[in-house]
């Protein structure tokens, strides 16, 4: 009887213990939205165009997951969000019926935006983008005093073909490793608009020898692109 007593205590102190290591899980949450049965990721490599192809409120987001949740099969509902608080507006985006926006102070342009899915494929990288297309080029150099800043902005056309040459011609290194001697390198962002309600956008970086930028892979710049970027 007293095996069995053991045992039994012993069982639970086990399950306890497996419950509590489920409860302090920390969970590395991607940046999603939930609605409508479908999920919603955050894209990295664009911003919206202009505040006007904004169009009407969905709704609000109902629950911050990040921080409000350890357990690792919590199954996502509608109206969950990664990383926005309660109460967060959700856009439609005019001419995009899979993405949604929702406010952001930190976002370029004002907006972060996602994807569903299950709709469409993630079609924001540079070797999707429609370079013949490209109207407007702007340099953004972050954590400046006041944030992130516009430091460049481009609009003549031969300036817009060339930059857009130094960009394709960057060679692909993988494997490099910034010059940290003297700290973590300047950031920049570069957006390109085509004219469509979203313009791409993608990190600069400058370690204080080599301008190298992430189309996919990181790629080591022309020194070329020093002439559109004020130091």
Not at 217 to 225: G, V
Request: hydrophobic share 35%; charged share 25%.
């Amino acid at each position: 009887m007293r095996k069995l007593i053991s045992l039994f205590i012993f069982l639970v102190f086990i399950l306890s213990g497996c419950q509590s290591l489920s409860q302090n899980t920390i969970i590395d949450w991607v940046d999603f939205i939930k609605w409508d049965g479908k999920m919603y990721e955050g894209i990295n490599t664009c911003v919206i165009a202009d505040e006007k192809h904004i169009d009407k409120k969905l709704g609000e987001v109902k629950f911050k997951v990040a921080d409000n949740v350890s357990d690792p099969e919590y199954k996502t509902k509608n109206g969950d969000a990664a990383f926005h608080e309660k109460g967060t507006d959700i856009f439609t985006i005019k001419g995009e019926p899979n993405l949604l926006a929702v406010k952001s102070s930190r976002a370029i342009n004002g907006y972060n935006l996602y994807y569903s899915r299950d709709e469409e494929k993630n079609r924001w990288q540079f070797k999707d983008m429609p370079a013949e297309k490209v109207i407007r080029i702007e340099i953004y150099q972050e954590n400046t005093a006041n944030g992130t800043k516009r430091i460049t902005e481009i609009k003549n056309i031969n300036q817009i073909n060339h930059l857009l040459q130094i960009l394709k011609t960057s060679k692909d290194s993988p494997s490099y490793q910034p010059n940290m001697k003297n700290g973590d390198p300047d950031m920049f962002q570069i957006v390109l608009y085509t004219g469509d309600p979203v313009a791409y956008m993608f990190p600069l970086q400058f370690d204080g020898h080599n301008y190298f930028w992430f189309p996919s892979e990181t790629s080591i710049l022309s020194d070329e692109i020093q002439g559109y970027i004020p130091r």
